[in-house]
């Protein structure tokens, strides 16, 4: 058994059983719906089903993340339990808990000066994120060190490609991200916008996409040219989704029928209330290993 834990956000957007399954720790971020506040706990106390219906019939939604004191606490209790501490954080590029994270790190070394203690920043989000955790459990159960891995992860977290697209511009349009104007146009032309994660962990606009079959070719486009030994690709893939299970059920068939070779099938995941509350429900996002985001 390991003498360290790796440890992430509920932002990873993976399923409770796939945590205790690796032996991965998290922390929830918190959300408001019509100002009652939440966890967001992965679907537990909120069914992401009724969340997303909520956001139809009008809900307002507000996303806070984990503050230092929170950390500190889950990070102690961590290191009570005498093991040294990995812990990635939801990307820079969108949220600031790195910076919370940092002040609860440099807070429990006081108290812990032999110990090692990791904060790293992801430049992840969602699933994507979460693939990135998987990754370091299989380093992990394979022998390597928590220096060792601390190392790879700062080399080798910008070779997770995310891609992105909606099929509702909705919530893009009340969040400030598309305007009224090219929102109500693209909706009538049936437009969807395909976005990525850059370098900087930041979701940037790439392209527009004229209907559901042509972005789903698009992003699975988008793998062809970007993942790891291209047709050869031969890592896991993993998919989140915002109440459009058809819509990722389609990328992932196009995806399982150009990569044959990938282990195991496209895993679907939820897109949790956090980053949920941004998108809004018809969001598709997809992640794999691949060429190194450099813009």
């Known amino acids: 058994m390991s003498d360290y834990v790796i440890s992430c956000c509920s932002t990873a957007d993976l399923t409770e059983e796939h945590f205790k399954e690796r032996n991965i720790e998290y922390i929830c971020f918190h959300y408001e719906l019509d100002g009652v506040p939440h966890l967001d706990d992965l679907g537990k106390t909120m069914p992401l089903d009724k969340f997303y219906q909520a956001m139809v019939d009008g809900a307002e939604t507000k996303t806070s993340q984990v503050n230092a004191e929170e950390y ?9 339990s005498g093991k ?3 812990h990635l954080t939801l990307s ?3 949220s600031g808990s790195i910076n919370s994270a940092m002040v609860a790190k440099a807070n429990v070394e006081e108290d812990y000066p032999d110990r090692k203690i990791y904060v790293v920043d992801s430049l992840a989000a969602s699933s994507g994120y979460g693939l990135l955790m998987d990754k370091l459990a ?5 022998g390597m060190g928590i220096d060792e891995l601390y190392d790879w992860v700062e080399t080798n977290k910008r070779k997770l490609n995310h891609w992105f697209f909606s099929t509702d511009l909705t919530f893009y349009i009340k969040g400030g991200r598309v305007s009224k104007t090219a929102g109500v146009v693209g909706g009538i032309l049936g437009i969807c916008p395909l976005l990525n994660v850059d ?3 930041r979701l940037i606009p790439r392209a527009k996409i004229k209907g559901k079959k042509k972005v789903y070719k698009a992003i699975v486009k988008k793998m062809e040219e970007l993942a790891d030994d291209r047709y050869d690709y ?3 893939v993993y998919i989140s989704q915002s109440a459009c299970m058809e819509s990722a059920e389609a ?5 399982e029928e150009k990569f044959p070779k990938m282990n195991g099938k496209v895993e679907i995941n939820n897109i949790g209330t956090t980053i949920g509350s941004h998108t809004g429900p018809g969001t598709v996002a997809l992640f794999f290993w691949g060429d190194e985001r450099v813009d």
């Open 72 to 80: 500190e606490k889950h990070f102690r209790k961590i290191l009570d």
């Open 199 to 201: 370098n900087e962990g």
């Open 251 to 255: 990328v992932a068939q196009l995806v």
């Open 138 to 142: 299989d380093l992990r159960d394979e």
């Open 84 to 86: 040294d501490l990995i």
């Open 234 to 236: 031969s890592q896991k």
């Open 92 to 94: 820079s590029g969108i």
